[in-house]
């Protein structure tokens, strides 16, 4: 497939994400005109419609952009990292953890806003030290093929004490923790967004900083070796940012599959594979993705919100299928 010349995507991209925006200011289910969103952007106007647009859509439309951006931005990084272009944000058993995390903060009654995404993020930190450490053991810390084996060995124990808890608790904790682990954005706040751009600022400064060392990286180790990159260093820090991308995104928002899949896939196949432009392009491309998935999700069935990860699943695994049946078919030819 003919890449799209550099000026054209940008535009595309730039426009894909004003419509993400735009959907998701004006679609709800409180029906609001153009002329009383615009109002309510300005502060005037109903102030009913100010308080739907400022504290509820806008919130949430920014949940979604970070995390669907930090998570394309992480499966774009794994991806080389692990030398596995099926790979995602969550291979290295970093769901497993952050549900668990979750689910026990839901189950024991400390559900507050605060606690659910800090037992989370917590939970998630554990299962990047857990996964580590069992690398490190089996003598291939950094190894790519070992990263994976001990993150689907972390992710099943996790998930495996999960079903667990699940299954000895009453039936509406029960029910809050798998809403919360089917992924969502309907705790959108300003205090979530802002403390979410705090975690994820550092971390997707550092795998930009190495896009061009991730460029080598993926011709292989020795060669990157000899072009002058400090392969051990780089995986680490791609291992530890992309970890803490992937930890404050489900923190912050449950689990939501298949966006850190998908995207880098596309943007590859569309401007190539230069990490340089690539990680730039997929947190637009993620963000806008996840703000229209929220959108459908929230309307389509309104008043009942659909979990916004149940929508990602849908769109992903046709797409997922699309792109196996293509590197199936590149790798026998």
């Not at 930890?247 to 298949?258: H, K, L, P």
């Not at 929508?311 to 293509?326: D, E, H, K, S, Y």
Request: glycine content about 12%; proline content about 5%; charged content about 10%.
């Amino acid at each position: 497939m003919r890449q799209v010349p550099g000026r054209r995507f940008a535009l595309g991209l730039a426009a894909l994400l004003v419509v993400a925006v735009a959907a998701g200011v004006l679609a709800g289910p409180s029906f609001l005109r153009p002329a009383e969103v615009c109002a309510a952007l300005a502060g005037r106007g109903d102030p009913s419609a100010i308080a739907i647009v400022w504290s509820l859509r806008l919130p949430r439309i920014a949940l979604g952009l970070l995390v669907g951006g930090v998570l394309a931005v992480s499966g774009a990084s794994l991806q080389v990292l692990v030398r596995n272009p099926l790979a995602d944000p969550y291979l290295l058993g970093l769901s497993g953890g952050a549900g668990l995390g979750a689910v026990l903060a839901i189950t024991a009654g400390v559900a507050s806003p605060w606690a659910v995404p800090a037992a989370a993020f917590g939970g998630a930190l554990l299962a990047m030290v857990s996964v580590y450490r069992l690398a490190a053991v089996a003598g291939g810390a950094l190894d790519g093929r070992v990263l994976v084996l001990a993150g689907v060995v972390v992710g099943a124990f996790a998930g495996a004490l999960v079903s667990g808890i699940l299954a000895v608790t009453d039936a509406q904790g029960a029910r809050s923790a798998m809403l919360w682990l089917m992924g969502g954005l309907g705790g959108a706040g300003w205090g979530t967004v802002a403390a979410l751009a705090v975690y994820a600022a550092p971390a997707l400064a550092v795998l930009v900083a190495e896009a061009r060392a991730l460029n080598l990286l993926s011709l292989g180790e020795e060669p990157a070796q000899h072009l002058g990159t400090d392969v051990v260093r780089t995986k680490r820090h791609v291992f530890v940012a992309a970890s803490l991308l992937t930890a404050a995104a489900v923190a912050s928002a449950g689990i939501i599959g298949f966006v850190g899949l998908v995207v880098p896939h596309a943007i590859r196949i569309l401007r190539g594979h230069d990490n340089r432009a690539l990680l730039p392009a997929a947190f637009v491309a993620g963000g806008s993705l996840l703000v229209l998935a929220d959108t459908g999700a929230r309307t389509i069935f309104a008043p009942v919100e659909l979990p916004v990860g149940v929508v990602t699943a849908i769109i992903g695994v046709p797409v997922f299928a699309f792109l196996l049946r293509r590197w199936t078919a590149r790798s026998s030819s």
